[in-house]
């Protein structure tokens, strides 16, 4: 951790401007929010000087007064928790998200919605670069649904949406989550149909379903699934990626590991499968081998 330097400069304007907020004996003569106005204008400055002094606790302490006082006033606190929320990342990330999301209530009390789903985003952002892959999920999706309350739905909420289904996965084996995730990708993509330049991202999303089906031990769910997807979008029926699940499905059907494996390195071989998509496809091995193991154990 950076040295802290001189900070006797920030701690006494800090004092200074308790005191000009106070007001003292003289304070019914001048009005709450001029008070106000000037006592945030001097623990700003001692929070650029705490900075400048790399004590990044202090400057964030300075922002969240600035937040605090800007709310007993009827002011706007959110930009100063979001300050605040710099610094503490410096130092304490769980700090940080806490005071991130008082800034998302603070724009939500203030209509202002779409400022409030940019911060989930990036609350989300910061989950997944720790690895918390649930927590990065829900935040996600605390943003798209911040979004579509003010009627934004486009390519950057889908963007977000899809991040739903490929952390949870990621994160565990759930049925549940499997449910949601085959749900999230037909509804994106029946979205990128319906425009010619987006419409060829279907096929991802519709390939990414049906192995999610096999991944849930379910063949007959990615038999119909092939088939709505097929009838959905054309392209997708005669795509690599459908020959390549009807390949997996008779390979479970007639209970040939060897067979499943084969077709995964040859799909890979081509088109190379992603960290999600390998996932996916080593969970349908698993429940594959776990078949043939159980029916071993009855005979």
Not at 32 to 51: F, G, H, M, P, V
Not at 165 to 175: G, T
């Amino acid at each position: 951790m950076d040295k802290i330097g001189d900070t006797s400069k920030a701690d006494a304007l800090m004092k200074e401007a308790e005191k000009k907020y106070k007001g003292g004996f003289l304070k019914f003569m001048t009005p709450k929010a001029d008070r106000a106005e000037a006592a945030t204008e001097l623990i700003k400055q001692a929070a650029n000087s705490y900075k400048l002094a790399k004590d990044w606790e202090s400057a964030a302490n300075a922002y969240i007064r600035c937040a605090t006082i800007e709310k007993e006033t009827g002011g706007d606190p959110a930009d100063n928790y979001l300050e605040a929320a710099t610094m503490q990342r410096k130092y304490n990330t769980a700090t940080a998200i806490k005071t991130m999301d008082l800034a998302v209530e603070a724009l939500c009390s203030d209509r202002k919605i779409s400022q409030a789903a940019r911060v989930k985003k990036q609350i989300g952002e910061i989950y997944e670069a720790d690895k918390e892959y649930l927590l990065a999920a829900k935040n996600y999706n605390d943003a798209v649904e911040l979004y579509s309350m003010e009627g934004e739905t486009n390519t950057t909420t889908n963007n977000i949406l899809l991040k739903v289904p490929e952390l949870k996965i990621i994160a565990e084996e759930d049925k549940e989550h499997i449910v949601e995730a085959i749900k999230i990708y037909e509804t994106v993509a029946s979205k990128y149909l319906e425009n010619r330049l987006t419409a060829p991202s279907a096929k991802d999303l519709y390939f990414r379903a049906t192995i999610l089906h096999l991944a849930n031990d379910d063949t007959v769910g990615a038999t119909n699934a092939l088939e709505k997807y097929s009838d959905l979008d054309p392209t997708f029926g005669t795509s690599r990626e459908s020959k390549f699940v009807n390949a997996l499905v008779k390979a479970i059907e007639e209970k040939n590991v060897q067979e499943f494996s084969d077709q995964c390195w040859e799909f890979n071989n081509i088109t190379p499968l992603d960290r999600w998509k390998t996932t996916v496809l080593n969970r349908a091995k698993a429940h594959l081998e776990k078949s043939i193991k159980d029916d071993f154990s009855v005979a």
